[in-house]
């Protein structure tokens, strides 16, 4: 063998030393598992995935001291958008001894609790864990769950309403658009929003989407004669923004979302919490439990900060004019 060739090779084969040196000297190596609803599997790997939210995950565990190829097994996995996927992944982090499974979105969670009791999960972004009956309570939530919740309740619904009625004063009809998959407007979310409607002297009506169905959605808004769009938390809203956000620009219709990311995409306003943060925090939960703590005894978190990020050229393609007030309470104003 060449000299060159055998420094390749020793340069190679240190790539695996810290991790089998560090297993010599005893040191645990954890196996963490995270599933994603919709991202492409590719937008997960790597030390700073492109996707925002697991490189938030990413880098608030390596701030904690956990660090793949030294003390971290990271086993990245996605339904991509196919839903039914999510038992058979759920199924092999734990054929695969994963210590924790991070879960998104109440429908993952929900199976995920169907395959294990034993595995500790951590909610990454839920919506109602109490109503969807995967914990007790928020104080102590029982059972091998634990985690963060991105909704707080009707009065949050109601400033989103507000926030839409402050560029359209003369605001009176809202179109709910919802998953009919996802039930969004039996779900607690659903009931909020129209308690917040009724409240703040909205008619709310209802815009169900089906998979592949968001023309017939549109069409039904239309014929409400609806002047702004609502649209819900649901995974499958969120898997679809860009195309929700396109739909309603053609609509000619203002839209408020719960997530920054469908503003991003063209939605003209959002209100709610940063799912990049979000996911920061969630790495601090397995943090704990790879600690030693049980998620039965881990509060849910329920988010305290709310930012605001509008669309101005969305809003300039629409011809609406942002009151100064609005422009100067937005945590974030893309141009």
């Known amino acids: ?19 089998s040196a560090k297993a010599q000297q005893g040191q645990r190596v954890y196996r963490v598992g995270q599933i994603a609803t919709t991202s492409p599997v590719s937008e997960l790997t790597g030390p700073e995935p ?12 390596r701030a904690l001291g956990y660090v ?8 990245h996995r996605s339904a991509e ?48 864990p109490v109503g969807e009956g995967l914990v007790e309570s928020i104080a102590r939530p029982g059972g091998n769950i ?8 009707p009065e949050i619904e109601a400033k989103r309403l507000e926030l839409l009625r402050a560029v359209l004063p003369g605001l009176s009809r809202v179109a709910y658009l919802g998953s009919h998959q996802d039930g969004d407007w039996e779900k607690p979310w659903g009931q909020s929003v129209r308690m917040a409607a009724q409240a703040v002297g909205l008619t709310l009506v209802l815009a169900e989407f089906f998979p592949h169905g968001y023309e017939d959605a549109f069409a039904q808004i239309n014929r409400a004669q609806a002047e702004a769009v609502f649209v819900s938390p649901s995974a499958a809203a969120y898997a679809n923004r860009a195309l929700i956000a396109e739909l309603a620009s053609k609509a000619r219709l203002p ?37 030693g703590a049980k998620p039965a005894d881990l509060p849910i978190e329920q988010p305290t900060k ?15 004019t942002i009151p100064p007030s609005l422009l100067v309470a937005a945590d974030e104003v893309i141009e």
Do not use: C, H
Not at 68 to 75: A, K, S, V
Not at 146 to 153: I, K, M
């Open 146 to 153: 634990t985690g963060l919740t991105t909704q707080v309740g």
């Open 50 to 61: 492109i996707n925002p939210a697991v490189r938030a995950f990413v880098q608030g565990l």
């Open 68 to 75: 793949e190829g030294q003390n971290l097994i990271r086993e």
């Open 255 to 291: 839209s408020i979302f719960y997530y920054r990311e469908s503003v991003e995409l063209g939605g003209f306003m959002s209100y709610g919490a940063n799912l990049a943060d979000v996911w920061r925090r969630a790495a601090s939960y397995v943090d704990k439990i790879l600690k």
């Open 81 to 128: 958008g196919r839903f039914e996927r999510f038992g058979s992944l759920v199924t092999e982090l734990v054929d695969l001894k994963a210590d924790v499974i991070v879960t998104a979105g109440d429908p993952m969670t929900k199976v995920a609790i169907g395959i294990t009791t034993t595995v500790p999960l951590v909610m990454a972004m839920s919506t109602n």
């Open 306 to 320: 709310f930012e605001l990020v509008i669309n101005l050229k969305t809003a300039k393609a629409l011809g609406l």
């Open 1 to 19: 063998m060449r000299r060159r060739e055998f420094i390749t090779l020793l340069g190679g084969l240190a790539a695996f030393a810290p991790l």
